[in-house]
């Protein structure tokens, strides 16, 4: 199932920037297994719902160490790894905002 979520902040910009759009795709419906690299969308505990690029995964594939685009973001550097079971999707899709036109 497919899902559509704003985003807020920075971190992970110049991929996505504050008030644009991603769309995510549930992981029981990914076809291939996540990698570094992939953008993802997870729950963190004392941070809430999140959303950042994979940096590594551990060897069994059930962690991965995310991390944002810039040096000030609150990441796995801060929280550690994130389990398999904590990822709500992957980003399949950004939809960017757009310069408006001056008539």
């Known amino acids: 199932m497919l899902r559509l979520i704003r985003i807020r902040g920075n ?8 008030g ?3 769309v995510i795709l549930q992981l029981r419906w990914l076809r291939k297994p996540l990698r570094e690299g992939d953008f993802i969308v997870f729950h963190e505990k ?3 719902t ?3 690029q994979i940096d590594s995964l551990s060897a ?3 962690q991965f160490f995310v991390r944002g685009l810039d040096d ?7 929280f ?3 389990s398999y079971d904590q990822v709500k999707g ?3 899709f950004r939809i960017r905002k757009t310069k408006s036109a001056v008539g």
């Open 11 to 18: 971190s992970i910009a110049p991929y996505l920037r504050d």
């Open 20 to 22: 644009e759009l991603a």
């Open 46 to 48: 004392m941070h809430g």
């Open 50 to 52: 999140m959303i950042k």
């Open 60 to 62: 069994d594939g059930k």
């Open 72 to 78: 000030f973001s609150t990441d796995s550097r801060l």
């Open 80 to 82: 550690g790894a994130i």
């Open 90 to 92: 992957k980003v399949i």
